[in-house]
């Protein structure tokens, strides 16, 4: 079993940073894909980063269209899984998740961002971006 933490969320201003992190705890950390999902009202999740912990780690990968402006990157000995967003719009705002399963993300039915098949979920955490 896994269990997910969210934190770091809150209200900013447009163009400000934020830096999010998933406290991750299980029998073991080895073997995990880890992925940061947001969702908004009447939407689909969206994928935005992912990294796999197997194999002594990997390198983060970030949803192309994020890439300069925001970061992944597994700290605290693989216990702690951090998003750092920069240049924040008010499209940003959103319920920010992160999900694991016992996986190669690579080998995650339908790739990592498919949100089916991940086992676990932490409950959140809330970024809100005003002008």
């Known amino acids: 079993q896994v269990q997910l933490m969210e934190s770091g969320g809150g209200s900013v201003q447009q163009g400000e940073s934020l830096r999010l992190s998933c406290v991750v705890s299980?029998?073991?950390?080895?073997?995990?894909?880890l992925t940061w999902f947001r969702k908004t009202p009447g939407a689909e999740r969206e994928g935005l980063a992912y990294?796999?912990?197997?194999?002594?780690?990997?390198?983060?990968i970030v949803r192309a269209y994020l890439k300069g402006r925001v970061t992944a990157s597994l700290t605290n000995e693989g216990r702690t899984l951090n998003l750092e967003m920069g240049s924040l719009k008010p499209e940003d705002s959103a319920m920010y998740y992160c999900?694991?399963?016992?996986?190669?993300?690579?080998?995650?039915?339908?790739?990592?961002?498919?949100?089916?098949?991940?086992?676990?979920w932490g409950q959140g955490t809330q970024v809100t971006v005003s002008l």
């Open positions: 990294i796999y912990t197997g194999g002594g780690g990997s390198r983060p």
């Open positions: 999900a694991a399963d016992y996986l190669p993300c690579d080998s995650h039915p339908g790739g990592p961002y498919n949100t089916g098949g991940y086992n676990y």
């Open positions: 299980g029998r073991t950390l080895n073997g995990l894909c």
